[in-house]
């Protein structure tokens, strides 16, 4: 069986984005269960260095395309490469970071390769499929599931017919897992650049760009205080971030919430923000849609506080209060000051 | 700026489903989506297109032509209207049984010989995704077919000249600002400008615009109306109309297929009710620490 490829993204400050590192260690575990090779595709400017980490979260082999006109990324470089290097290799599967460049670039190549693509997917697998019509079957596809329709269902799909099978997931999804040791080495292909570009390539212009570093890191909280619409205004949600710091954890939020302006991007937790696994989740005036639940239903503990006794977070949650949020949020700050348990 | 050229935009929308308020009757009894108790909307990113068209147009005045168009069924001619309403100049609906079931790559196919079909085009603005899919996926996939620069994710156009747009870009973490050639196509970020409201007078103006479908309706008065004010129509393409081959439309036409559509079924745990009184929560938090949850 042809490889399995992942699309590696470069930071910033030129290291391997932690959603990469993420595809790869699902990558291993899909390439060891189809019992073929993980190959990784990582394009940017003065690469070196990249390589060990890339090794030992599963690579097997890389395709370095080191060149000056790869970074700050722009598409129709990235696009040109990459499709030139997919025809080549024929891979089984690719697998691509659902951030503002994956979901820029992947689905660009899917639309060249005229191959299937599925965004955002919560769980990858590997299975067989028998068409219910011809009673064809396949062996060994790619299982991608995500929700769909507003998080009322989950949709498993596949790309029977064309190669490779192509998928987004977002950071935060899949466990990352150091699977050899530091000092691995395989095998470091180098792409020619210039031979892969057309002259139409440089047609779009990076004029500035202000890239913050990444302040906010609520993957890495022990403790997640959540607020949802439900907290209603900004002042309610400063209640979450002083809970939060009593706590001694980070401040999460809905996408109702965030698209409300309550809070930051950064701070979105769920199918399409981030996927968290604390050790306690509050969740404040949150209903729990699927999309959210997918991004913290790992939680080792769940606080619901909600006035609604059917929200669907109250199903998941270790301990569930029916109440206003804002009040109960107050009560527990009291608490936590007048208690000195402080973290 | 133009010297009388007239600049072509545009712009293609998505009739969508609310999702965002999915109310407890939007879930049949069986699991499945009632897709009927669902308003349908313009999709909001789609919106903020226009929005970015309009300001366009704004500046180039009579110079400035928008296009919108849409790929569903025949009752998204609403959202033409409503595009009309805002500013648009004229509407296309693509509609055809033959592209039920498409994913985004039949989709993008279809409408990406649709944008062909306007003729000359400057400029192709999308909303970045659509709310019943969240996939972002048909913008690029669309630029990939017409052989266009992508620039997404866009969120204020900075400056444009005869040749060229520059637009601020709104990524994750920061902004960027980029400058491309025309023709190409923008895909439009919520965080963009809003879309502003309809005019009273253009309103007046198109509100019996009606498609071929629509005016074949029985009980469309007035028919006559539709020959004297050509305005008033709004078109409507088929697969043939864009010169579409059938097996890369609908089901034949879409790589990805769907094995298995599950409902959200929530496994109930074993869940503890804290009373939300002070002596409630002094418990609560007793136990997260003596289970050093915290602290």
Known sequence: MNSIFVYCEITEDGAVADVSLELLSKGRELADTLQTKLEVAVFGSGLSGVESVLFAHGADVLHVADNKCMFPYRTLPHFSVLVHLFEQEHPEIALFGATSIGRDLAPRVASRLSCGLTADCTALEIGNHTESKTGKEYHNLLLQVRPAFGGNIIATIINPETRPQMATVREGVMKRVISRPQNYVGTVKYINVSQCLTDTDNLVEILNREIEACKINIKGARVIVSGGYGMGNKENFSLLHELAALLGGEVGATRAAVDAGLAEHERQIGQTGVTVRPKLYVACGISGAVQHRAGMEESAKIISINTDINAPINAIADYTIIADAKEVVEKMIKELKNGKIIA | ?295
């Open chain 2, 1 to 295: 700026m133009y010297n009388n050229k007239i600049f072509n935009i545009v712009v293609l929308a998505k009739q969508v489903p609310d999702t965002r308020n999915v109310g407890k009757d939007a879930m049949k009894e069986d699991g499945t989506v009632n897709r009927a108790a669902l308003p349908a909307i313009f999709n909001p990113e789609d919106l903020s297109a226009l929005e970015m068209a309009l300001t366009i147009k704004d500046k180039l005045l009579e110079n400035c032509k928008i296009t919108v168009i849409t790929m569903g069924p025949v009752r998204a001619a609403d959202i033409i209207r409503e595009a009309l309403y805002r500013g648009a100049d004229q509407g296309v609906v693509l509609s055809d049984r033959k592209f039920a079931g498409s994913d985004t790559l039949a989709t993008s196919y279809a409408l990406a010989l649709a944008v062909k079909k306007t003729g000359h085009f400057d400029l192709v603005i999308a909303g970045r995704q659509a709310i019943d899919g969240d996939t972002a996926q048909v913008g690029p996939q669309i630029a990939e077919k017409l052989n266009l620069p992508q620039i997404t994710y866009s969120e204020e156009i900075m400056n444009i000249t005869d040749t060229r747009v520059r637009v601020k870009r709104r990524l994750e973490r920061g902004i960027e600002i980029v400058e491309a050639p025309f023709p190409c196509l923008l895909t439009v970020h919520g965080s963009a400008a809003p879309c502003r409201a309809r005019n009273a007078k253009k309103l007046m103006k198109y509100k019996h615009a009606k498609t071929p479908s629509e005016l074949a309706e029985p009980g469309t008065e007035n028919q006559s109306r539709y020959s004297q004010k050509p305005f008033l129509n709004i078109e409507e393409w088929t697969a043939d109309h864009v010169n579409a081959i059938p097996e890369r439309l609908g089901l034949s036409g879409s790589p990805t297929k769907v094995k298995k559509i599950e409902n959200v079924v929530l496994v109930k745990k074993e869940s503890q009710n804290i009373n939300p009184n002070e002596e409630g929560i002094h418990l609560l938090i007793r136990e997260l620490v003596n289970t050093r949850v915290i602290g």
